[in-house]
């Protein structure tokens, strides 16, 4: 044996010694591949292979199986999917089609207008405000009421609609309970009722659910017939505060002119003066005309000096008395006007006319205010006769024909949807958790 053949040898002996080991770990994993015998090629192997192997199998997934137990797989799945999916599915239809009973729907449109005249009055600016309303403010105020308590309160007094949605042609699962409290049927009331606003438009659009067209219409034009109630009140409301301020502000005129006649009237009775102003003009009148007979009286005296008769002549004692009186006269006339006081100690008539005046720029300020708040008055009155806020309904609730709920095919179908997302997402958990533990 040569060299060469011994070193072969070897080789071939480590190699059998290095597949040994892992003849079992390809047993468990892969079928038994049997021995290709000598002299046979890379085609014979790869058929071999082929024929022997599952190409299909994949890391994680279930061995290839016989058909008989692939057969029973599938029927097993089948069986999930039937018990799991079709099974929940058929009970909601077998209700929607079967036992669920028909919903009749009454439409209503409508949106809060405001009729708004402003008052071309300096006066009415604090009025303004309150009498014209943000409207868009009332409509969401509407849509509020609508799905509030006090509005099923006072449909339950009206029209007793606990009856109406208790009716034996409802189900057992939508009917309600009569013997429920008012906060349930609150709840009940959101289901069966729809309220939404345009933010643009202001308009508001109320649906309204019932078991008998004639139910279904019925709420509907009581709840527009509520909501119309509602927007008067606020309106009058309004109105009522309107009114209550400009009659507060007349009073208080008339009230401010009734003390400026009495403070002209104590200033009479004080100082014994009708009119001082009058009286001030009739003494000036006087002491002017004192002062042209002085002046005349004085130019006479003059005369008869220069004619060089004696001082002590009559005429010229005579003229010279009367000039001494007028200058008297004046200077009586000059103190009470604008003396600080005369000889008895009372006022001055120049004190009489300050105060006089002051007391006539007050009774003058008065009866402007006064007029003004009357004026004020009567035009509040008669926009309060007016209605400046109202409901709008164009499109007024009629008695429906067909009923659009349940929608028992959409119903079905989501419900379909969603066994069949449940149950395969559960088996995906599953088979995931089964794996982790492999």
Known sequence: ????????????????????????????EAETIR????????????????????????????????????????????????????????????????????????????????????MEHASLGQFTALIQKHNSQDGYIVRDYIQSQAMVEELEKSIHISKMYSRPEADFWVRYDPRDPIEQLTKYWHKQTSAEIDAISGVIRLNVRAFTPEDAVTIAREVVTRAEVLINDISKRAQADMVAQAKSDATAAEERLRKAHLAIQSFRNQWGLIDPVKTAEGTLTTLTLLRKEKIKLDSDLQVLRSSNLDERSRSIQTLAAQSNALDQQMKTLQNEMTSSGSADGQQNLTEALLAYEGLLVERSIAEKLEESAHTLYDKARISAAKQQIFLATFERPVLPTEALYPERARTVFVMLFCFTVLWSSFTLVKAGIRDQRS
Not at 61 to 69: A, K, T, Y
């Open 35 to 118: 021995p290709i015998p000598e002299k046979r090629g890379k085609l014979a192997l790869l058929r071999s292979a082929s024929t022997r192997l599952d190409w299909r199998r994949l890391p994680g997934l279930r061995p290839s199986q016989p058909d008989g137990e692939e057969a029973s797989y599938a029927g097993m799945l089948m069986r999930r999917v039937g018990l799991f999916v079709l099974l929940p599915t058929a009970v909601v239809a077998l209700y929607m089609f079967g036992i669920a009973s028909d919903q009749y729907t009454a439409t209503a449109q409508f949106a809060v207008r405001g009729n708004v005249e402003p």
């Open 1 to 28: 044996m040569s060299l060469d053949d011994v070193k072969e040898d070897q080789r071939e002996g480590e190699l059998v010694t290095l597949i040994q080991p892992t003849m079992t770990e390809l047993r468990r």
